[in-house]
T-cell receptor, first 114, second 112 residues
């Protein structure tokens, strides 16, 4: 079975600095999708960025980018120029190409220090 | 705006009293999901529908049931809520297997 591991329960970063959230996953499949979701306190979970496993190029969305290492099964999220609004729980997630459901990691709570 | 709407936002129910949470979507997505999320934990999938096909997770308690009367609506029924069922319940939709999820705002269930 696929698993997603986020080894950092909490992290803090100074406003305007860069932070990287780690994620590793385990799968025997070659085609799949990876996601980072953001869940602000008491607010809706939203998709931050997604990566198709067949694409070598790392996905980028404005200040958010990923470092996808397929062989190492690693999928880290880099947030540049951190803003107070980035404070949230971040979930790394995996989806098989053959399955309807997404598997989530346990999350990393990110604090932004003013 | 197209979206996923969960009602109510907060629900308080008595121990053992049946409760229903609702989810509606205007996205016309084929797949709808119910997740349970306890404090500071990963969302745990309870079940999902692909169109009318119901898919139950093996470890979802029998106490939890779901209905999807049409594409737009999906309900989560908890027949006899226990204190351990207090959690945030998240509804999500997906267009297909390639796309990510669109989440509702969640319903926070308190059992007293």
């Amino acid at each position: 079975a696929q698993t997603v591991t986020q080894s950092q329960p909490e992290m803090s970063v100074q406003e305007a600095e860069t932070v990287t959230l780690s994620c590793t996953y385990d799968t025997s499949e070659s085609d799949y999708y990876l996601f980072w979701y953001k869940q602000p306190p008491s607010r809706q979970m939203i998709l931050v960025i997604r990566q198709e496993a067949y694409k070598q190029q790392n996905a980028t969305e404005n200040r958010f980018s990923v470092n996808f290492q397929k062989a190492a099964k690693s999928f880290s999220l880099k947030i540049s120029d951190s803003q107070l609004g980035d404070a949230a729980m971040y979930f790394c997630a995996y989806r098989s190409q053959r399955d309807d459901k997404i598997i989530f990691g346990k999350g990393t709570r990110l604090h932004i220090l003013p | 705006d197209a979206m996923v709407i969960q009602n109510p936002r907060y629900q308080v129910t008595q121990f053992g009293k049946p409760v229903t949470l609702s989810c509606s979507q205007t996205l016309n997505h084929n797949v709808m999901y119910w997740y349970q999320q306890k404090s500071s934990q990963a969302p745990k999938l309870l079940f999902h529908y692909y169109d009318k096909d119901f898919n139950n997770e093996a470890d979802t308690p029998d106490n939890f049931q779901s209905r999807r009367p049409n594409t737009s609506f999906c309900f989560l029924d908890i027949r006899s809520p226990g204190l351990g069922d207090a959690a945030m319940y998240l509804c999500a939709t997906s267009r297909d297997r390639v796309a990510g999820y669109t989440f509702g705002s969640g319903t926070r269930l308190t059992v007293v």
